[in-house]
């Protein structure tokens, strides 16, 4: 008997350390052959800025396309209603990572990926522990870790009454669906009272919805404020005709849309933060565990379009000039 239970108790100790490496492999690609399979999710063309940098930061790491490294890369989903089953198709080929760009793609993603032991960075998000997708920022468990945004769309509203002193109401065109954009809502309403702003904010949904708010603008729409909502900036063209068809400020999230036309902005650069993912994939490529890995921050920087501000005759002060980190001149 003593036999038979210490030969139970060997066999029971190599199938638990069987199903340890098995999870293990699972989501820790680090004793995979290559090359390496990543899954790429973003939700409008606007996110491509910073896939391009996660695949520049991954190359510059030594993964070479091809070679270490294969991208699984539907293109964008062009809406929030179509990631499911990108994702759940991304899933049957077994990818050893998923990098996914905006708050709803992410959402989408750790709900599809819940329990199946695959890592994922994402990037960015606006603030992923509001949005459900981590629970604490230094320790996000599970599988999942990234890059978020800085709290700044404050600072942001800030900067455009500094920019643009006598504006007064402004129109903020939203998607309902999208928490990134509520986040910014939440936090500009609270502020802009006492900056003297009036607040006009919009649902929107689509290129449609976009049109059809812009051509019922008020005349008395002193500037426009684009939330940190990946559906809204992939309008950005039309957002930038508008702006300057009626001569007043467009402030966006990112200096993606300031080389668009768009007046100025407080945030961030995409490619960057594709860059500082690379990174973290790269840590997990190389055995640490996603949900080991704090959740990162990104940098918010002045942007400055002097071109667009000459065409809606408006001059920038050089004191906030100085500040600039980014400046488009023609």
């Known amino acids: 008997m003593k036999k038979y239970g210490y030969t139970f108790l060997t066999i029971s100790a190599l199938l638990a350390m069987a199903a340890a490496a098995y999870a293990w492999r699972s989501w820790a690609p680090a004793d995979r052959e290559f090359p390496l399979t990543v899954a790429l999710v973003q939700l409008t063309a ?6 391009a940098g996660f695949k520049a930061g991954m190359a ?11 991208y699984l890369d539907p293109g964008p989903a062009g809406g929030i209603e179509r990631l499911d089953a990108i994702i759940l198709d991304l899933l049957s080929k077994k990818p050893d990572l998923f990098m996914v760009s905006s708050t709803p793609a992410t959402q989408a993603v750790r709900r599809l990926t819940e329990g199946k032991g695959i890592p994922v960075v994402f ?23 990234g890059i978020r945004l800085p709290t700044g769309d404050d600072l942001r509203l800030q900067w455009l009454r500094e920019i643009a002193p006598t504006a007064r109401r402004v129109f903020v065109p939203y998607t309902a669906k999208d928490k990134s954009a509520q986040t910014t ?27 059809a708010a812009l051509a019922a603008l008020p005349a008395g729409v002193d500037a426009i404020f684009l939330p940190r909502d990946s559906s809204v900036e992939s309008h950005i063209d039309l957002f930038v005709a508008e702006a300057k068809a009626r001569r007043i400020p467009l ?17 961030f650069v995409h490619q960057d933060i594709g860059r500082q993912a690379a990174r973290l994939a790269e840590q997990i490529f190389k055995g640490m565990k996603p949900g080991d890995l704090p959740v990162e921050m990104a940098e918010s920087v002045l942007s400055l379009n002097l071109a667009t501000a000459r065409r809606i005759g408006l001059e920038i002060p ?3 000039l100085l500040q600039a980190e980014q400046v488009i001149r023609e």
């Open 123 to 145: 990037a960015p998000v606006n603030d992923p522990v509001a949005a459900g997708i981590v629970g604490d920022l230094k320790h996000p468990g599970g599988q999942i870790t």
């Open 318 to 320: 050089d004191p906030i």
């Open 185 to 211: 809502l939440e936090l500009i309403v609270r502020i802009a009272p006492g900056l003297g702003l009036e607040l006009l904010p919009q649902p929107v949904l689509g290129e449609a919805g976009v049109k």
């Open 251 to 267: 402030c966006a999230p990112s200096l993606a849309q300031v080389k668009a036309g768009a007046l100025f902005s407080y945030g």
């Open 46 to 51: 606007v996110d491509s800025q910073t896939v």
């Open 60 to 70: 510059a790491a030594g993964y070479r396309a091809g070679e270490k490294i294969v």
